[in-house]
Structures are given as C-alpha cells and as structure tokens.
T-cell receptor
Framework: GQNIDQPTEMTATEGAIVQINCTYQ??????LFWYQQHAGEAPTFLSY??LDGLEEKGRFSSFLSRSKGYSYLLLKELQMKDSASYLC??????????WGAGTKLIIKP | GAVVSQHPSWVICKSGTSVKIECRSL??????MFWYRQFPKQSLMLMAT?????????EQGVEKDKFLINHASLTLSTLTVTSAHPEDSSFYIC??????????FGQGTRLTVV
C-alpha cells in the first residue's frame, strides 16, 4: 500500500529551529509538497521538491532524498505564528496526492 | 482518523460537457468544505470555501458560474465543472473540516477534458 509517515505532534521554543520529518512509500513519485495549516483555515503551500536536495525559502527549507523516500521541513527562527499543522503530501505516478496525517507544531515562548 | 472520500478519482470528458465531483466526509459531519485545484508541479490553489446550507465563497479569479459548488448536507459537497474545456484539465481536491479543527483531504480527482 501507499503511506506517508510524519510525527503527530512536536513542540519547540520560540526562536529555535525545528525539523519535521516525512517518510513515504508510494507507487511512483512526481513530487513532494509541504503545506502549513492553521486551525480553521485552508492549508497554504510552502514548498515543492521533485529533485534531491535542499530548497531554501526564507526561514523555511525543505529537503528531499528520493532514494530514501524521505523529506524534511526545516523551520528556523521560530515565531509563535508558526504554531500550526504541517502536512506532507506526495504526488504518485498517477498524479494522485497521497497525504500524511500532518504534524501539529506547538511553539512555546 | 477522519475520512474524506472523493469520487471519481479520475474522469475524462468531452469538451463542452459538464462533470460533477463529489466529496463526502464518511465518519464525521463537516461544517466547512474546501475545494482546490492543482496544476502539475504547482501549488494547491484554493477555489472556494463552502459551508453547509449557504452559498460558497469563491476566491478571486474563480468563475462561480463555471465551477458550481453545492454543499447540501454536512457530509456531502459537490463541484460541477460546467461546459468543460481542455484548459479545465487539472487535479481537483476537496477537504473537509470540523469546526475550527484541521481539515482532512480527499484523494483528488484528475479531470482530463478532450
């Protein structure tokens, strides 16, 4: 079967760095997405990786290793507003989006 | 966990015809449902937000007469692409939320208009 695994919940301190991991097993691979979602709101796009390596966008970076079926989202200089759920999703060979359950990130002062 | 079922998973239709996509929350009542569109290798684009029993709120640039959304019950929302054209070919995804908790996603519908 297909599955995406990511931790259910993580806690970090304001100003610190946190890494949210995502491992996947899918039939084919056409890219991996990270989304941020605040409670009661629609998710917002953070990043898209289709090639191995690190993509940096300001305080957020995303890494992909296709051979290992692994990605992580790195958040630096954490702010209270970063408290949200972070969703990992993989586009499989049929362009079906396989979603992880999301990681709830709690930021403490 | 909460399950959102989207049907069909893929559909091919002729240009000029209409296509209906269903989104159902199987084990919970969804107060709000979101409809998204995703072009290959691009971000998820929110099309509209619908609350049960009221008209959907469409995002800027989304034609409400072309993309008809009906949220008739707390477990079902439908998106109808009317008079579809090849440029409407895309990947459509719904998500459903319970109050202010996070949303749960359907598996998506791949629409190809020929």
């Amino acid at each position: 079967g297909q599955n995406i695994d990511q931790p259910t919940e993580m806690t970090a301190t304001e100003g610190a760095i946190v890494q949210i991991n995502c491992t996947y097993q899918t039939s084919g691979f056409n890219g991996l997405f990270w989304y941020q979602q605040h409670a009661g709101e629609a998710p917002t796009f953070l990043s898209y990786n289709v090639l191995d390596g690190l993509e940096e966008k300001g305080r957020f970076s995303s890494f992909l290793s296709r051979s290992k079926g692994y990605s992580y989202l790195l958040l630096k200089e954490l702010q209270m507003k970063d408290s949200a759920s972070y969703l990992c999703a993989v586009l499989d060979s049929n362009y079906q989006l396989i979603w992880g359950a999301g990681t709830k990130l709690i930021i403490k002062p | 966990g909460a399950v959102v079922s989207q049907h069909p998973s893929w559909v091919i239709c002729k240009s000029g015809t209409s296509v209906k996509i269903e989104c159902r929350s199987l084990d919970f009542q969804a107060t709000t449902m979101f409809w998204y569109r995703q072009f290959p290798k691009q971000s998820l684009m929110l099309m509209a937000t619908s609350n049960e029993g009221s008209k959907a709120t469409y995002e800027q640039g989304v034609e409400k007469d072309k993309f008809l959304i009906n949220h008739a019950s707390l477990t079902l929302s439908t998106l109808t692409v009317t008079s579809a054209h090849p440029e409407d070919s895309s990947f459509y995804i719904c998500s459903a939320s319970i109050g202010t908790t996070e949303a749960f996603f359907g598996q998506g519908t791949r629409l190809t208009v020929v």
